[in-house]
């Protein structure tokens, strides 16, 4: 099996700064830029998994650089360049405190709330009578607060946001804005693939007055994906859609009894699941993007990425 990049432990040209989130390692460079290396841990409710999936971090990192580039028409994007399969370098912005979730379909955490008998989403009411991955009459936003490593995101409203002085009034108008047309450049993009964008999440930030789309964009972490085929067919029998996303992952874990709940004992992944999961994430690649996957060597790969950033980082500051 490929060698899995679980940890970073760089000290690169410049470097000011490192946040290690729960998948990606990023490095601060001259207080101006962020080095993001996009590890192959994988996490489900918040909690990251004891194995790495090997090519996740590659898969991730290359279908967010080529989505970043599809739509910076639409927003500015943090990108500057990606120098090596795992890793893009970008400007450094100043975070809003929040993620923007948009629901083209009733499914996952939504549904499973929906069906304990919540009838509003962020302070958006959900109809009665609405099936597991039943379409929205048009998509909707459900914003979340952005939690600390090993805390839970929670749903806010948009009138939480305002009265909490976390984003102003005219900022927030414009990344919904931003968020639609966004989403609707991804479903297109997903539908010319036989896909369905089902949901996802965007990060944005400021360089002064100026808006940019930061972190990753439409790939199987931040994102859900059904096949289109055949999804109005299992919707009707009330099966479960073929789907290309990290639900498979979660739903693992819950049929092992694990819902990152206090008390609960992680699930053991066998070689097997890992390879499994590996394979989906490929595949994933390989279906929304419209191009073989070429596996990087992961031999030597912490000095692949040191090398490869250094050299970039030299040539950037001479």
């Known amino acids: 099996m490929a060698q899995a990049l679980l940890t970073t432990h760089y000290h690169f040209p410049k470097q000011t700064g490192l ?3 729960k998948v990606r390692d990023v490095y601060t460079i001259n207080d101006e830029l962020l080095v993001m290396i996009v590890s192959d841990r994988i996490s489900a409710f918040d909690v990251i998994l004891p194995k790495g999936i090997p090519y996740k971090g590659q898969v991730l990192n290359q279908i967010a650089s080529k989505f970043l580039d599809a739509t910076a028409d639409i927003v500015p994007n943090w990108k500057i360049a990606t120098p090596d399969p795992t890793v893009s370098i970008g400007k450094k912005c100043k975070p809003f405190p929040i993620e923007m979730i948009i629901r083209a379909y ?8 929906y069906k304990n008998g919540a009838r509003t989403i962020c302070g958006i009411p959900i109809p009665d009578g609405m099936k597991e991955h039943q379409a929205f009459a048009t998509p909707i936003i459900t914003p979340t607060t952005k939690a600390e ?3 839970h ?3 806010i409203s948009k009138e939480d946001i305002l009265a909490q002085g976390l984003i102003n ?3 927030y108008s414009q990344l919904e804005e931003y968020t639609r047309q966004l989403f609707e450049r991804g479903t297109k993009i997903a539908a010319e693939k ?3 964008l089902v949901d996802t999440k965007y990060e944005f930030g400021k360089i002064d007055n100026d808006i940019y789309l930061i972190d990753e964009i439409h790939t199987p972490d931040s994102s859900r994906y059904f096949y289109a085929e055949g999804y109005e067919e299992r919707f009707a029998k009330g099966e479960s859609q073929h789907q290309l996303s990290k639900e498979f992952v979660r739903e693992w874990l ?3 009894g694990f819902q990152g709940q206090e008390g609960q004992k992680l699930p053991e992944m066998d070689d097997a699941f890992v390879e499994m999961v590996s394979k989906r994430y490929i595949e994933l690649y390989e279906t929304i993007v419209g191009e073989k996957f070429i596996p990087a060597d992961t031999f030597e790969v912490k000095d692949r990425i040191e090398k490869n950033v250094s050299n ?3 040539t950037y500051y001479r």
């Open 153 to 155: 995101d929670e749903d």
């Open 194 to 196: 036989g896909l369905l």
């Open 106 to 113: 009733l499914t996952g955490s939504a549904w499973r709330n």
């Open 312 to 314: 970039f980082l030299t």
């Open 254 to 256: 819950m049929e092992q």
């Open 149 to 151: 490593l090993g805390l």
């Open 19 to 21: 946040y290690e989130g």
């Open 169 to 171: 009034e005219e900022d």
